[in-house]
């Protein structure tokens, strides 16, 4: 039997339906969710290795959301399906401050970043980063891909331009990559605070602000 998750509210809905269209923008495969205790934790890929001999890092977006009481679950699922059943959960839903619940979409079994789980705790502080060397870093990083990659070239060449540009550091934080920036851009992480908080936890870092979360991973070690 599917399992169910019940946001708290119409406008919880509303906001992950929102995140979950900036994410279907970079990379529509999958999502992961996890739900328990009255979280739901949502990751979608950014950027992640292909392949053995890939040296790009992975870098995962994160929100959560609060939810009513609901099935505990563990799941990588279709972005694209999730967001249908979400659609039908907003068209279903009538009243605005009472839980709305979502069927949880058949699991697949193909997305190997979601295999590769950011630490939960053990996160220590490091030196904040500014808002705005993120935002430069990131829309820089649009404009150098849209130019490298004109139409018609190959998912693999696509994927190593992307990995020369959004591995690279960013130029005031050596130990993050342009893709931290290019993340926070995306998915609407950015606002108007001008520092973003940075943790670091074994080989994990996580850039912070109050809209969500970046989590990077490099490949072979510890960032920094």
Known sequence: MPSTLALVDRPSLDDLQVF????????????RILAGSGVLAVYVSVLHPIGLLDASPTVLGLRTFALAPS???????PLRSLLVRIEGAATASAASDAPVPITVPSEVTSAAWAAVSPPRGGWRPLEPVATAA????????IDEVAAAVPGGLGEQLVHKVRTQVWGRPLDSAA????????????LGFLGDEPLVQVYESGSWTRVSSH????????RGGLLG
Not at 25 to 30: F, P
Not at 71 to 77: I, M, N, Q, R
Not at 178 to 186: D, E, K, Q
Request: proline share 2%.
């Open 211 to 218: 809209r969500g979360h970046v989590l990077v991973k490099r």
């Open 175 to 186: 130990h993050l990559p342009a893709a931290v920036g290019f993340a926070a851009l995306s």
């Open 20 to 31: 979950l269209g900036r994410a279907a923008r970079v990379d529509d495969a999958s999502v």
């Open 134 to 141: 993120l935002d430069a870093a990131a829309r820089a990083g």
């Open 71 to 77: 099935d505990d679950v563990d799941a990588v699922v």
